[in-house]
């Protein structure tokens, strides 16, 4: 089954000259759109109407992929509805696409601008190629074109450049990541896999659960892991982080009270719980202006 196109479309409260040169301008389009790293408009060779262009997209690894289009778009101050519409083509063999086209429509309702988005494109390498784009590429285009549109957006409503937008987001979601392993490795390496370490030893000086120390630490292990997948499916939500600042102060400060000495070991709970802490700050703080892809609606009535 031949799969669908990739349809995204999001309502931007902007003017309409204003969103027009922010998507038409190569120099303001590379800025916000994580598809393209270099846009290029290239002389009209005729009268017509067309604007060839040449794009490249670095895939990382030192890796850029080059391809060639032509644009055709008409801006008219009194119309309702505007469209551009594109085709571009790419004969590098290392890239998955080997042409394709869309267009992007701007529909004025007055206070916002519903921009809209359809493309399809044709993939080489056979079979293969098929089945990579079907379950791994083309989802992660559709994805990187809704958090583009929605960091455009944020830029345009919120006058916040998308470099600081891409600082911002890469500080949420490296903290995010960092916090997520730490729960992790928490929950399974020092109290379920071995807690005879130092965790039962800790909980055994709290005295608060005798005879069954070894059941709770198990249980706190849990509590840390499942509290790690809970920071993956809500890591925009700010107040997880500030209930796991509040878990980390409750599973540290009773045994630094109970037990001081803890304090002089040169790794202590103290020299995690910091760290944690800062990281739960810092991902709450870079939550303000982080681009959502869901907030796009993504199929076409």
């Known amino acids: 089954m031949k799969p669908k196109p990739i349809y995204v479309e999001l309502d931007i409260r902007a003017k309409p000259a204003e969103l027009w040169e922010h998507t038409q301008s190569p120099k303001l389009h590379e800025q916000w759109d994580l598809r393209f790293s270099e846009i290029h408009y290239l002389p009209r060779l005729t009268d017509s109407e067309k604007q060839p262009f040449l794009y490249g997209t670095r895939i990382g690894f030192g890796l850029k992929i080059k391809g060639k289009g032509e644009a055709y778009s008409t801006m008219d101050p009194q119309a309702s509805e505007q469209m551009s519409v594109l085709s571009f083509t790419s004969e590098q063999p290392i890239s998955l696409i080997r042409r394709g086209g869309g267009y992007w429509k701007y529909k004025n309702d007055g206070d916002k601008i519903t921009f809209i988005t359809l493309f399809d494109y044709r993939t080489r390498f056979g079979w293969a190629g098929r089945l990579l784009d079907r379950f791994i590429f083309r989802p992660m285009f559709g994805y990187a074109t809704a958090w583009s549109f929605d960091r455009l957006r944020i830029w345009l409503e919120e006058q916040v450049p ?34 005879q370490a130092g965790e039962l030893f800790l909980l055994q000086q709290l005295g608060w ?23 993956i499916f809500f890591h925009r939500k700010k107040k997880i982080y500030m209930a796991q600042i509040v878990m980390l102060l409750t599973l540290t400060l009773p045994a630094l009270f109970y037990n001081p000495q803890l304090l002089m070991s040169p790794f202590n709970p103290m020299t995690l719980a910091i760290p944690m802490i800062g990281l739960c700050l810092a991902a709450r703080w870079s939550t303000r202006y982080l681009p959502q892809a869901s907030r796009c609606k993504r199929q076409s009535n």
């Open 209 to 231: 659960f005798e005879g069954r120390e070894l059941l709770m630490v198990h249980l706190i292990g849990i509590g840390e892991m499942a509290l790690a997948l809970i920071t």
């Open 162 to 195: 998308p470099s600081v937008i891409a600082e911002r987001a890469l500080i949420h979601y490296v903290s995010v990541m960092i916090m997520v392993l730490l729960w992790l490795y928490e929950g399974i390496v020092p109290k379920l896999l071995f807690p």
